[in-house]
């Protein structure tokens, strides 16, 4: 219902015009743009190149609309008991993020005992005393909370989004005389409701809303990531470096987002290549020094880091490390832990070698990455990188595994929970069903980022040498890369 009023709203045309004429301009990815104007700047801030796609107002139609019904809808949810229902289901929250669990080590820090003896308790210092001052208002409260960090989220979206759709359309302009004869039919076409329709897919996508009623506290995550690539898309470095150290503090795997952070700041200025580099280190030394001073030990770190590197508690969920360390013999263990977590962690590096021109592609997908190969996964963070799949809608025309990506996520989301509740329920059948659907949705995730730098590499083969591909006698060419 949600979904038909939101298409309502566009039909009707009921919208909010603002102006799209701003003077600032900042530099990304080593030139001076304004990337969210209609207008290209040089060194001397007079912004020369027009578009005639871009009219003089632009027009934003149904974000309030947007947020407006996912508060109803949340609202609803949470009046009708449902966190009752979703707080422990395996697909929406894990070990490390469960309400339950972050429940439970609030109130022992409440008693004066130390959340993080036993294996209750997984999340960082700073995480508990938040929730702990939240939780002192009444459950509303946390509601009103979650609801709204899906609404920062959301906004993040809208505002990356516009940044960068615009600056990659201003990016083609200006390289147009520098591409291959008919390249014109493929380049990016302004979208003017692209960023709402992002921020649509993130707010009203049913997994979002039943995340956010679970309260599974990857929500966080998420927020300080939905942060820093939109500091990163406005040439803000200094606050995308302090958000990644937030988010690397809650999670550890986002720290690899540092390297192509690093590489659009070195494509900007050294200044701002220093401010990325300073930020990051004194953010995250300092929310691990102020975790230290409010526990007055490093305990909390074999609980939290620890857990997460070597994956000691093996509860299911939907990632791969559970299952392979339960049927594993010891000693095999810390060849595999060691192979796995290094596999997620040094992908960063060949693809940014590979994307060099494309930093903030990369951070897209090494978060998509993140939500196959960390060591406790859930659907919360499959979010973010669905809601900004239409971003690269140019590249949709070379993707190859498109059907099946659909198909296998679907089926995944859908049979995996049934299979599990058949395995610890009823006993009928056992852990292999469950871990077969966790392969398929982790396939599924690795198929899309797979085809996605195909798509991406097939794409700037076209821009370059010309659309549509044909030899001298004008047959059809089929790329094979290699």
Not at 283 to 309: D, H, K, N, P, R
Not at 402 to 428: D, E, K, N, R
Request: hydrophobic share 45%.
């Amino acid at each position: 219902f949600a979904s038909y009023l939101y298409i309502f709203s566009i039909f009707v045309g009921t919208v909010f015009p603002t102006s799209s004429s701003y003077s600032q301009c900042r530099k990304l990815n080593g030139r001076s743009s304004c990337v969210r104007t209609r207008y290209n700047c040089g060194s001397s801030n007079q912004c020369t190149l027009n578009f005639p796609e871009m009219t003089e107002q632009f027009r934003v139609f149904s974000f309030p609309y947007i947020a407006t019904i996912a508060t109803a809808l949340r609202v609803v949810f949470f009046a009708l008991g449902a966190t009752e229902r979703l707080e422990k289901r395996i697909e929406l929250s894990t070990a490390v993020n469960q309400w339950s669990r972050l429940r439970e080590g609030v109130h022992l820090l409440e008693n004066g005992y130390s959340p993080y003896d036993g294996d209750i308790c997984h999340e960082p210092p700073l995480v508990l005393y938040y929730f702990k001052l939240v939780l002192s208002f009444g459950q509303w409260s946390v509601y009103i909370h979650y609801i709204m960090v899906d609404l920062v989220i959301a906004y993040s979206i809208w505002r990356f989004v516009d940044c960068l759709h615009r600056n990659m359309v201003i990016s083609q302009a200006e390289e147009r005389a520098h591409y291959g004869k008919g390249s014109d039919q493929i380049l990016i076409k302004l979208d003017k409701r692209l960023p709402d329709i992002t921020a649509a897919l993130y707010l009203l996508n049913p997994l979002t809303i039943l995340t956010t009623c679970s309260l599974s506290t990857v929500h966080l995550n998420t927020l300080f990531i939905a942060l820093f690539f939109s500091s990163s898309g406005q040439g803000n470095f200094l606050c995308a470096s302090l958000f990644l150290a937030v988010s690397s503090y809650l999670s550890i795997y986002p720290a690899m987002l540092l390297v192509p952070l690093v590489v659009l700041a070195f494509q900007d200025t050294l200044a701002s290549l220093l401010k990325v580099l300073f930020g990051f280190t004194v953010s995250i030394f300092g929310l691990l020094a102020i975790s230290y001073l409010i526990t007055g030990s490093v305990e909390y770190m074999s609980a939290t880091y620890e857990t997460i590197l070597l994956a000691s508690d093996l509860t299911p969920n939907f990632g791969l490390f559970w299952y392979f360390f339960t049927e594993m013999f010891d000693h095999f263990r810390s060849l595999f832990l060691s192979v796995l977590q290094i596999n997620a962690f040094i992908m960063a590096i060949p693809l940014t070698i590979r994307l060099y021109e494309k930093p903030l592609f990369v951070c897209y997908l090494l978060v998509s990455l993140i939500s196959v190969y960390k060591s406790y996964p859930c659907l919360g963070d499959v979010l973010l990188p669905i809601a900004l799949l239409p971003l690269w809608g140019h590249l949709y025309r070379n993707m190859r595994f498109t059907l099946a990506v659909l198909v296998m996520f679907v089926i995944a989301i859908i049979i995996g929970p049934v299979f599990y509740h058949l395995w610890t329920s009823t006993g009928s059948i056992n852990s292999n069903f469950f871990f077969a659907m966790t392969l398929v949705y982790s396939l599924s995730q690795i198929f899309l980022v797979s085809d996605l730098i195909h798509s991406e590499l097939v794409y700037q083969y076209d821009l370059k040498h010309g659309w549509p591909r044909a030899d001298k006698e004008g047959n059809h060419i089929k790329l094979k890369l290699t």
